[in-house]
T-cell receptor
Framework: DTAVSQTPKYLVTQMGNDKSIKCEQN?????MYWYKQDSKKFLKIMFS???????INETVPNRFSPKSPDKAHLNLHINSLELGDSAVYFC?????????????FGPGTRLTVL | DAKTTQPPSMDCAEGRAANLPCNHS???????VYWYRQIHSQGPQYIIH???NNETNEMASLIITEDRKSSTLILPHATLRDTAVYYC????????????FGQGTELSVKP
């Protein structure tokens, strides 16, 4: 009965590879987010989708491409991985505006680029 | 979004109250104060939020000063499992957008 789930939990890959991280929420929420937490532990927003539509893109390199096949899923595809992409990536979701403002986070995906 | 200032770290004895301060002197009239925490290696977890009145839920209490320039999160009986980084965030309610995380306060609850 996990609310926000992410796969995989750990991802180790070589520079230059393309990889995807998947996120699913079973809360019926309309808005989903991707956050990045770097080695210094700073958490920063990357993207936000509302009902499959992109509403926030925080000047993330275009090697990162979020995809939302439906409002319960927000996947993150990363092309040509670089060393600096190593981080923990968190997915989050939030109910429709007017139904609460709490963001619910997934367990995170630790990406290591070698 | 207004900026917040928190002490980088605090200690608390198990079973005692943990009082975590936050300064937000540039908060605007309609901005709320939110608290989240991140237990090691886990995703952030919502704790509580408030506008001007004090708030309490099953996890914590939030005390906001009358001028709203600062607040205190209170964990009434801290346990070892409350060891985490606590983030104070100010934002408009239902803004629909991002949470802007600062460096937070690393709370260590000791036996």
């Amino acid at each position: 009965d996990t609310a926000v789930s992410q796969t995989p939990k750990y991802l180790v890959t070589q520079m230059g590879n393309d990889k995807s991280i998947k996120c699913e929420q079973n809360l019926g929420h309309d808005t989903m987010y991707w956050y990045k937490q770097d080695s210094k532990k700073f958490l920063k927003i990357m993207f936000s989708y509302n009902n499959k539509e992109l509403i926030i893109n925080e000047t993330v390199p275009n090697r990162f491409s979020p995809k939302s096949p439906d409002k319960a899923h927000l996947n993150l595809h990363i092309n040509s991985l670089e060393l600096g992409d190593s981080a923990v990536y968190f997915c989050a979701s939030r109910p429709l505006a007017g139904e609460g403002d709490t963001q619910y986070f997934g367990p995170g995906t630790r990406l290591t680029v070698l | 979004d207004a900026k917040t200032t928190q002490p980088p770290s605090m200690d608390c004895a198990e079973g005692r109250a943990a009082n975590l301060p936050c300064n937000h002197s540039t908060i605007s009239g309609n901005e709320y104060v939110y608290w989240y925490r991140q237990i090691h290696s886990q995703g952030p977890q919502y704790i509580i939020h408030g506008l001007k009145n004090n708030e309490t839920n099953e996890m914590a209490s939030l005390i906001i000063t009358e001028d709203r320039k600062s607040s205190t999160l209170i964990l009434p009986h801290a346990t070892l499992r409350d060891t985490a980084v606590y983030y104070c965030i100010v934002r408009f309610y239902n803004q629909g957008g991002k949470l802007i995380f600062g460096q937070g306060t690393e709370l260590s609850v000791k036996p």
